[in-house]
């Protein structure tokens, strides 16, 4: 064919701005907010009951996640295999999860099986009754497998890392030993539950096919009169201790690669370095074209994978780089990460790196934003902060104004070496990589 | 029901479109019939090895990646023993990038002596972390080789071991590419906010001149039936036993393909199937278990794997799995458990075909086994099984001598 000029890339448009189906924020009549994300192709409907019931407000280890867990294993007039039944005849599917602020239950249906399927997601959320049989076989296999996870260095790296920059008893490190698993009472499940699973700690989500039959159907098993426990105003504190010491070495000698994190307490989402430090991060270690995974990857073949990232908890943030490598190379990759690390502080980032990596947020942002289920998991994140998916556009407008100047100056005021913090876990050949200073 | 417009390049290529408006985004999925099976078993790994040099330039274009992230897009790529799977997504306006990238890397590779260097060392960290630094990750590199002795499938995607992959030259990788890709050998979905007016004539731009290649002829050894119980014990430093059971099954377009994926399912899919609620809840016997099959193209496993509690003894384990799948051998299922089943399934395909990304994958992966509108007959084919059906299939899989049990003990 003529004029087929393969070496040359086809024209194409950038993503300037990002339209992100809208959330309408409604109340049930006893003030539950519900936020719905009404569209998509399919007739199915995920709602996501949201409590203020997660590590942060618990008083010992595993309680928020058991009594989350819990949920599913009896209520007052259905078994925990009974509900299981039904729940899988009608081809629905129940997650359950609790993370450091929150815990939540969500339910994904197919729409015309919903009235059937929330009557038992509410029968689970006000009616559980906490079995003890059930309670023992979950406590077994959750110490199993934890003491499975516990054999994998990027666990124990993770964990050490967590430790160093919150403190060992911070709710955002989590750490606790398998014994606890054979401390924990039944009684401090059930009573976490009746102070934390209540309307005036809840919110809603709902995304997918949402109609006013949906909704008068939350109000009908949601709203007023109908569910009546308050939880009490208790606000908690927990205070941060990162240790002084910046490295350590875990050792874990029958490993065949040692995980390498290195990282730093930094902020949340609501700092306003914080859309800068996305891009750098982004540059560093964030994505597959990213200067870590081209360097110590696609250039030194040390790694099958290099990550760096942003993490904004509630109240506070750290970013971290993690990578596995073979043992005898770890040295030699702690120094390349240092080496593009001090890049960034020195050096410019070329006009095209910066395009190029503005231009693929952008459509990243486009390809993760694109299903109401998608929206809903940004929405989630987004509402602790007092923010809603308009968050999103906004971000991506910040984004790009963001100069290589200004990233230069990131990389000076937040990853200077004294700041970072250096975790190796590997077999005993790894100690010396931590050694390493400039 | 999916709907798609299908036409075929005169080189063979085959094309199918999807439209979903509902997404601001395209995907171009590639598929070519190429996968671990039809490795030289002295040098095993090598199409996921290949898979990672597809990436390391092309003929016209250097750099594949930047290219692609430049106007917003993303893209990965899998291999397992059948197939080599690559997508992107872009935004809808810049599909023709898409185009150009992916036609480039099926005209030739830029075939680097640097680029297959790094590549090997990177797919030898990608063995070691998901098969050597993991507990029981190795669990494949053991369970293959004892169920076939003859047949491809004996060895797991990633290859039987580092030092086939340290071998891999240059030469090797130009043969491979030559013989196994090519527009003939693909089928392309694109998939999204995408009209096949546009797709017709991009794909006549790009890949309409690509010339089309022999193909190496595939001839796969069979697998002879198996006629006794195998069995292998790895002592290993995990912190609990766990067992392992592999029965043979047929093909994936057998006619009772969708019963055996049923019974995996009444064994386990979902918290109310009967192993995990007799085995793990009832008995604790096990702290998780699983019944699943592999669906690979030829004839596939249907496996149990089970971490046992601790303090559990192995035979004990062992006996009550048998007796859950001789209950499955002898007795019919209930009408009703059948059904829900069913509607699991049913339920699934619907969610599933929320992704656009999805979509395209499985009408690729469709038309290579005979007719990409055989998706939409899927739910039908699973609703025509009947409780004797179940029954008989079962009867057929979970004999003794149809066995293959790992024993993977802690040494703790």
């Known amino acids: ?438 | 029901m999916i709907e798609f417009d299908k036409f075929t390049l005169k080189n063979g290529l085959r094309v199918i479109v999807h439209r979903d408006e509902t997404t601001p985004m395209a995907a171009v999925n590639i598929l070519y019939n190429i996968g671990a099976k039809d490795e030289n078993p002295e040098r095993t790994g090598f199409a996921h090895l290949f898979e990672h040099l597809m990436f390391g330039g092309s003929i016209n274009i250097p750099n594949y990646d930047e290219p692609l992230q430049m106007v917003g897009g993303d893209n990965n790529a899998w291999t397992n023993n059948d197939i080599t799977n690559y997508y992107l997504t872009v935004p809808k306006a810049n599909l023709e990038t898409a185009f150009w990238l992916e036609s480039d890397r099926m005209l030739s590779l830029a075939f680097s002596e640097k680029s297959l260097e790094v590549q090997r060392s990177v797919v030898i960290e990608e063995f070691k972390q998901r098969y050597f630094n993991q507990p029981y990750g190795d669990v494949w590199l053991h369970l293959r080789p004892l169920a076939y002795k003859e047949h491809p499938y004996q060895w797991p995607t990633i290859g039987k071991s580092i030092d086939h992959i340290e071998k891999a030259t240059l030469e090797e990788v130009k043969d491979f590419f030559f013989h196994h890709y090519a527009p003939n050998n693909a089928i392309m979905v694109v998939a999204g906010n995408v009209d096949t007016q546009q797709v017709k004539e991009l794909s006549e731009k790009w890949f309409g001149p690509i010339e089309r290649r022999e193909i190496q002829e595939r001839n796969l050894p069979v697998e002879p039936t198996q006629n006794e119980f195998r069995s292998k014990r790895i002592d290993s430093n995990v912190p609990f036993d766990a067992i392992y059971m592999a029965f043979h099954m047929g093909k994936r377009m057998d006619e009772d393909f969708y019963i055996i994926d049923l019974v995996s399912d009444v064994l386990s899919n979902g918290q109310s199937s009967r192993i995990f609620q007799s085995l793990v809840k009832e008995k604790n016997l096990f702290s998780s278990i699983d019944a699943y099959i592999t669906g690979e193209f030829e004839p596939g496993l249907f496996l149990i794997t089970g971490k046992l509690v601790e303090g559990v003894a192995m035979e004990t384990a062992e006996a009550a799995i048998w007796e859950e799948l001789n209950k499955m051998a002898t007795t019919k299922v209930d009408e009703y458990e059948l059904q829900k089943v069913k509607n699991k399934v049913e339920s699934s395909l619907v969610f599933s075909e929320i992704s656009y990304l999805n979509k395209a994958m499985n009408l690729a992966t469709h038309e290579l086994l005979g007719d990409a509108d055989d998706i939409n007959k899927e739910v039908e084919k699973y609703q025509k099984v009947s409780v004797a059906d179940i029954l008989n299939s079962s009867a057929k899989i979970f004999r003794k001598e149809n066995c293959s049990t790992l024993y993977y003990y802690s040494k703790k």
Not at chain 1, 61 to 71: D, H
Not at chain 1, 80 to 99: M, P, Q, R, Y
Not at chain 1, 145 to 157: E, F, G
């Open chain 1, 1 to 438: 064919m003529k004029n087929l000029y393969r070496n040359t890339a086809p024209e194409f448009k950038t993503v300037d701005s990002v339209e992100i189906l809208p959330s309408l924020k409604h109340s049930l009549s006893n003030n539950i907010p519900v936020h719905i994300i009404n569209g998509g192709s399919q007739d199915v409907v995920k709602i996501e009951f949201i409590f203020n019931a997660g590590i942060w407000q618990q008083k010992k280890p595993l309680i928020a996640t058991l009594t989350n867990t819990m949920l599913n294993e009896g209520t007052s007039s259905l078994s925990a295999s009974e509900i299981a039944e039904k729940f899988d005849f009608l081809g629905a599917h129940i997650g359950f999860s609790a993370s450091k602020h929150d815990a939540s239950v969500t339910l994904y249906s197919l729409k015309k099986h919903f009235s059937e399927t929330l009557a038992l997601i509410a029968d689970l959320i006000k009616n559980s009754i906490f079995p003890e049989k059930e309670f023992k076989t979950i406590l077994t296999n959750k110490k199993q497998q934890y003491q499975i996870d516990h054999q994998k260095t990027n666990v124990l790296a993770k964990e050490k890392f967590t430790e160093m920059i919150y403190g060992k008893n911070h709710p955002y490190a989590n750490i606790y030993d398998s014994s606890e698993f054979d401390n924990c009472s039944l009684q401090d499940v059930k009573e976490f539950y009746k102070e934390h699973y209540t309307p005036n700690n809840c919110h809603i989500i709902i995304a997918g096919k949402v109609d006013d039959n949906v909704l008068s159907e939350v109000e009908d098993l949601f709203g007023i009169n109908k569910w009546t426990n308050q939880s009490p105003s208790i606000d908690f504190d927990h205070k941060i201790i990162s240790s002084k010491e910046k490295s350590a070495f875990v050792c874990k000698d029958d490993a065949v690669q040692s995980t390498i994190r290195i990282g730093r307490k930094l902020f949340t989402k609501t700092h306003p370095d914080h859309t800068g430090m996305q891009l750098l991060n982004l540059i560093l270690g964030g994505y597959f074209g990213s200067r870590l995974m081209q360097n110590i990857r696609e250039e030194k073949g040390y790694t099958y994978g290099i990550n760096s990232i942003l993490i904004s908890h509630l109240k506070d943030g750290h970013f971290t780089i993690v990578t596995e490598v073979g043992a005898e190379v770890c040295k030699a990759a702690v120094q390349e990460i240092f080496i593009e690390i001090k890049r960034l502080r020195e050096e410019l980032v070329p006009e095209d790196e910066l395009t190029l990596v503005k231009n693929y947020i952008s459509g990243e942002l486009l390809r993760n934003l694109d299903s109401p289920f998608a929206l809903s998991d940004g929405l989630k994140g987004n509402l602790p902060f007092g923010l809603d998916n308009t968050y999103f556009a906004q971000f991506i407008k910040d984004l790009k104004a963001v100069t290589a100047k200004k990233i230069m100056e990131l990389a000076n005021e937040y990853l200077q070496l004294d700041d970072l913090y250096l975790i190796v876990c590997g077999p005993k050949e790894c100690e010396e990589a931590v050694a390493f200073s400039n």
